[in-house]
């Protein structure tokens, strides 16, 4: 008697299945991401032309852990606060001036505070 071996046949894969799951994985990707902008403080240059020798009437300085608005140290919080009531008094332009080592997140939260102020709101750095 005889016996044979199976013969092993060589399938082809298929493309189906494999397309499948790239649409699956392109549909998770899609719906699992946000292309909405959290939260955005605009910012323009400065205009071109001569300087002109106007002091302003508020400046904010920003060093690394510590701020301060017209040379008191200032809590980030206390900010808006602070500059809606120069804004009741008069107050048009607001220089914030920002050191070599503060941090980002500190000048963008004292720039998002300034932004709601209704200020004219410029922006300089000192060192490096």
């Known amino acids: 008697m005889r016996v044979d071996a199976p013969r092993f046949v060589r399938r082809r894969l298929g493309l189906t299945p494999l397309i499948d799951v790239i649409f699956l994985l392109l549909l998770f990707f899609m719906l699992s991401s946000t292309f909405s902008r959290f939260s955005q403080v605009p910012v323009e240059g400065g205009a071109s032309g001569g300087g002109g020798a ?3 009437d508020a400046m904010i300085s920003v060093r690394p852990g510590d701020v301060r ?3 008191e140290a200032l809590e980030t919080g206390a900010i808006a606060a602070r500059l809606a009531g120069l804004k009741e008094v008069g107050a048009e332009n607001l220089v914030i001036l920002v050191e070599k080592d503060a941090t980002s997140q500190d000048f963008v939260s004292v720039l998002e505070a300034a932004s709601g102020s209704g200020l004219k709101v410029s922006v300089s750095r000192r060192g490096g």
């Open 69 to 71: 608005l017209n040379g």
């Open 54 to 56: 106007n002091r302003p």
